[in-house]
């Protein structure tokens, strides 16, 4: 019987994006599923009295380079947005609207690659989510009624709240058999974690 893996996401999130990719290939090779669980990274930083924009100069300017690195190794077409950060509430209360079609993980795709791959920020309202509801066969106006609806809102606070109490304290994070692993840069433990019973 194959395992879940919970991986824990956040569209506004470097590591999120890098994650996205390596994570799947790692699932399918043991067999697992992955259960895509948004979170509210500002809400989690804010829990933990963390600023990211507060951090010395010289890191942030070797995270950027850091992430081309990862960016050339994975040969995947990330750049980083001219606009960041953005407010992410909609695209994430979105993602969960979209599992009423049956499409949660093609428009995580999609949300994904519109902001880290093409540099665009409108994702951070529904003029920007609405065609990507719709190009994944959701109705538009009923895609954002939805992801305006009060059932959305509280599933991605429980989501949030449901992750703090796991001891999530960014992301990506995901967990393996209540193993924590954050960042990108741990998938080789998340393999040999999936690779052991």
């Known amino acids: 019987m194959g395992r879940t893996v919970d991986f824990y996401w956040e569209v ?35 829990h933990h009295n963390y600023v990211l924009m507060e951090e010395p100069e010289a890191k942030i300017a070797n995270r950027i380079r850091d992430l081309e690195r990862w960016a050339e190794r994975c040969d995947l077409p990330f750049r980083f947005p001219t606009v960041f950060p953005i407010k992410t509430s909609r695209a994430l209360r979105g993602a ?51 992801a305006e609806s009060d059932e959305c809102r509280a599933a991605l606070v429980a989501a949030t709240d449901g992750a703090l109490a796991r001891g999530v304290f960014g992301a990506p994070t995901v967990i393996v058999g209540g193993e924590i692993f954050w960042g990108k840069d741990r998938m080789d433990f998340v393999e040999r974690a999936l690779a052991t019973d």
């Open 12 to 46: 506004g999130s470097t590591n999120s994006y890098f994650a996205l990719h390596l994570l799947r290939p790692i699932a399918e090779r043991h067999g697992a599923a992955i259960n895509y669980i948004p979170i509210n990274l500002g809400h989690v930083f804010r």
């Open 96 to 146: 969960i609207a979209m599992r009423r079609w049956g499409r949660e993980v093609a428009f995580i795709d999609a949300i994904f690659a519109a902001y880290w791959e093409r540099d665009d920020a409108s994702i951070q309202n529904y003029a920007g989510l609405r065609p990507i509801a719709e190009a994944l066969g959701a109705d538009p106006d009923e895609f954002e009624a939805a």
